[in-house]
């Protein structure tokens, strides 16, 4: 008999890609809050699911994760880094969240999120590392400190931001503070080819964990590509940073009407 809880499945099920939940995620996350245009942003939001308010958000994070504990001892299975943003839609009188891009350097982490309704593609990211050290190349996070971060997709840079603290303390910006939502499908080439009925999905978070978070401005900004769309949601105007350790745990997922 073949086990495995996603491909590959063979009889002791060692080989699939991703063990089931729970996943345990810890890391750094460098959050930007900014408004973007409503009018290129409701078109991303699936239909019935809300109005665009103007505000988006997006999130530089490197992770760690696992499942029983295995993973850090061969951290190549636990580490990754993703960028993705969130378009803030009102829904039912409350301000909510939707992830139309994300990007992962890590297949593992890739079939996660499609499980979880998270739309992601391979990228290639990067951040300013922080270190408790009284060092130039330490960037602490104290006031006039400066960081960085990137995306490239297929060999084009999609994505790039630069942050200045300001010694104060941060919010908890985008799916920090906020309800967060994707979209599950089950694309198929069995008989007729569908890309799948469409599922809102909300994952099942536990145990969310916050470090101190220090709050920035920052510059963010979006760039043409042939095949990502991510530059209809070009940031305006000033744009808010935060960034600092957060953990969580996601245990399942959950279809929303």
């Given at each position: 008999?073949?086990?495995?809880?996603?491909?590959?499945?063979?009889?002791?099920?060692?080989?699939?890609?991703?063990?089931?939940?729970?996943?345990?995620?810890?890391?750094?996350?460098?959050?930007?809050?900014?408004?973007?245009?409503?009018?290129?942003?409701?078109?991303?939001?699936?239909?019935?699911?809300?109005?665009?308010?103007?505000?988006?958000?997006?999130?530089?994070?490197?992770?760690?994760?696992?499942?029983?504990?295995?993973?850090?001892?061969?951290?190549?299975?636990?580490?990754?880094?993703?960028?993705?943003?969130?378009?803030?839609?009102?829904?039912?009188?409350?301000?909510?969240?939707?992830?139309?891009?994300?990007?992962?350097?890590?297949?593992?982490?890739?079939?996660?999120?499609?499980?979880?309704?998270?739309?992601?593609?391979?990228?290639?990211?990067?951040?300013?590392?922080?270190?408790?050290?009284?060092?130039?190349?330490?960037?602490?996070?104290?006031?006039?400190t400066r960081l960085g971060a990137s995306l490239a997709v297929k060999d084009r840079r999609l994505a790039e931001a630069a942050v200045t603290l300001t010694g104060g303390e941060g919010r908890r910006l985008g799916f920090l503070g906020l309800p967060t939502f994707g979209v599950v499908a089950a694309p198929s080439i069995v008989g007729e080819v569908t890309s799948g009925a469409m599922a809102l999905v909300r994952a099942k978070v536990e145990n969310p964990v916050a470090g101190p978070l220090s709050a920035g401005e920052a510059s963010l900004r979006f760039l043409e590509s042939p095949r990502d769309e991510l530059s209809a949601l070009a940031p305006k105007g000033a744009v808010e940073a935060s960034v600092g350790s957060f953990a969580l745990t996601v245990t399942g997922a959950y279809r929303v009407d």
């Open positions: 008999m073949l086990e495995g809880f996603t491909p590959p499945h063979t009889p002791s099920g060692r080989s699939a890609l991703v063990p089931p939940p729970p996943w345990h995620y810890a890391g750094t996350v460098l959050s930007l809050a900014f408004a973007v245009d409503a009018g290129a942003a409701n078109p991303l939001l699936p239909a019935g699911f809300g109005k665009a308010t103007g505000r988006a958000y997006g999130h530089f994070c490197d992770w760690q994760a696992t499942t029983d504990g295995w993973e850090l001892l061969d951290p190549i299975y636990a580490q990754y880094k993703e960028f993705f943003v969130l378009i803030e839609a009102e829904r039912d009188g409350a301000a909510v969240l939707y992830c139309p891009f994300i990007y992962v350097d890590q297949d593992i982490s890739m079939a996660r999120g499609w499980l979880q309704g998270w739309p992601k593609k391979l990228g290639q990211v990067w951040m300013t590392r922080s270190y408790d050290l009284d060092h130039p190349a330490a960037a602490r996070r104290v006031a006039g």
